[in-house]
């Protein structure tokens, strides 16, 4: 009974959406496990604001002194948190992070290689002409 008790009481450090349609923007916030994602929050410890400003930059700000307390009380990061946490160097760099970095690379590469024939094909029928 008492491990049911603390599963809907544990505490979590997950993203709350503000904003408006079409613009997200991101509270950092404490919150309980079973609460709805824009219901009362516990404690903001941050925001993040996901589309990139006119220097291609996407914002986050972090309260570390708060982070770390309530990590110390033992609140539990989300998955999103941890990747940001990474980016931030708090935590080590999430696996997906790597993951996601490792695909566009490849996805990158294979764009190249098919412009790169392309454009080999192009110079070849100039010479044929």
């Known amino acids: 009974m008492a491990s049911k008790i603390d599963r ?3 505490m979590m450090i997950r993203l709350s ?3 408006c349609t079409n613009r997200p923007f991101y509270h950092i916030v404490v919150m309980r496990n079973r609460q709805p994602r824009d219901k009362k ?3 903001q410890l941050g925001t993040f604001d996901p ?3 006119i220097h291609n930059e996407k914002l986050v700000a972090i309260d570390f002194e708060k982070l770390r ?3 110390e009380k ?3 990061c989300s998955q999103p948190v941890e990747v940001l946490l990474g980016y931030a160097g708090f935590f080590p760099v999430h696996p997906r992070t ?3 970095s490792f695909r566009k690379q490849r996805k990158l ?3 190249n290689a098919i412009n790169q024939t392309e454009v080999e094909g192009k110079t070849e029928e100039s010479k044929i002409s």
């Open 51 to 53: 589309l990139p400003n």
């Open 17 to 19: 959406r503000r904003g």
């Open 109 to 111: 590469e294979e764009q």
């Open 69 to 71: 307390r309530w990590l």
């Open 8 to 10: 809907s009481t544990r």
């Open 98 to 100: 790597r993951l996601s």
């Open 74 to 76: 033992g609140a539990i």
């Open 41 to 43: 929050v516990t404690d």
